[in-house]
């Protein structure tokens, strides 16, 4: 028997379809909506996004469908970048750094966006190592900004300790009523 058919369970920031549990996490698709409205609302014509492959499966596209659906399909959307791990490269390897930042740099000359939405703040670094200064030459906000970088630059505040709070209820009342299980 699996475990969670015999406790209740609740996953917190992504939607498993195996198992089906009950889940709490932020809305994806809406921060990448919002994130475009913004930029575009600031003036902002080519905004990009950029975001691991990885993390595009996980989350099911929601990011990418919330970025298509603000600019509505339309020639200003330029093509995503999702960047690649190299096959067999670990995640945090200084390999891997520099060929996400090749892949970023050669989107950044074929697309040349004057705007980018991303979940990595890395990529401002590397913004201005290439000499784009934040916001001047680029516009840059994070879907998931870090309370490190509130007040500095843009970005999404996904909530993080409400949506944990709002876990806790639904596991609390889930043991309350005496569920467990897949719902």
Known sequence: REIWT???SVVI?????????NFVLNDHYDSAVHACRKLAEAGYRRIGIVLDRWLDNVLEGRY?????????????????????QPEGAGRASEGT?????EQFEKWLRAHRPDACICVNSYLLEWLRDFGMSVPEKMGFALLDLPGEFKGEIAGMDPR????GMKTVDVLIAQIHRGEYGIP
């Open 97 to 101: 750094r520099l060929s996400l930042r």
């Open 64 to 84: 990418i469908s919330g970025y298509f659906a603000a600019l509505g399909h339309s020639a200003s959307a330029l093509p995503p970048l999702f960047l690649e």
């Open 160 to 163: 993080s300790l409400e949506t």
């Open 6 to 8: 015999n406790f209740p």
């Open 13 to 21: 920031g992504v939607h498993l379809r195996e198992p089906p549990l």
